[in-house]
């Protein structure tokens, strides 16, 4: 069965900057648009950045400027680096995509498990 795998997370303190990294576990025929989205306690999932197949990228408000979503076609994985980390960059971030199984698949929508970003002042 087919699995986002999350990597990267970690202690990192306000001001540093971290790199998510982000692949499927197995053999796909394609991923479509990939995005990390993250949860803080107490609030709900928020999309942080999202990069389309022809990678487009949209950012939140709360990471633009700090935040650089990117991809690997060829290693069908996804990227984010934030720089200038602040305290409320704190969460579990989430990778999300599309992804095609076989050529005759259509896409669905994958999770990973979340990786723990804490950032400390």
């Known amino acids: 069965q087919v699995q986002l795998v999350e990597s990267g997370g970690g202690l990192v303190q306000a001001g540093g900057s971290l790199r998510l990294s982000c692949a499927p576990s197995g053999v796909v025929f394609r991923v479509n648009d990939m995005g990390w989205y993250r949860q803080a306690p107490g609030k709900q999932r928020e999309l942080v950045a999202s990069i389309t197949a022809d990678s487009s990228t949209n950012y939140a408000d709360s990471v633009k400027g700090r935040a650089t979503i990117s991809r690997d076609n060829a290693k069908k994985s996804v990227y984010l680096q934030i720089n200038s980390l602040k305290a409320e960059d704190t969460a579990v971030y989430y990778c999300?995509?599309?992804?095609?199984?076989?050529?005759?698949?259509?896409?669905?929508?994958?999770w990973g498990r979340g990786t723990q970003v804490t950032v400390s002042s």
């Open positions: 999300n995509a599309v992804i095609r199984l076989g050529i005759a698949s259509s896409g669905r929508n994958y």
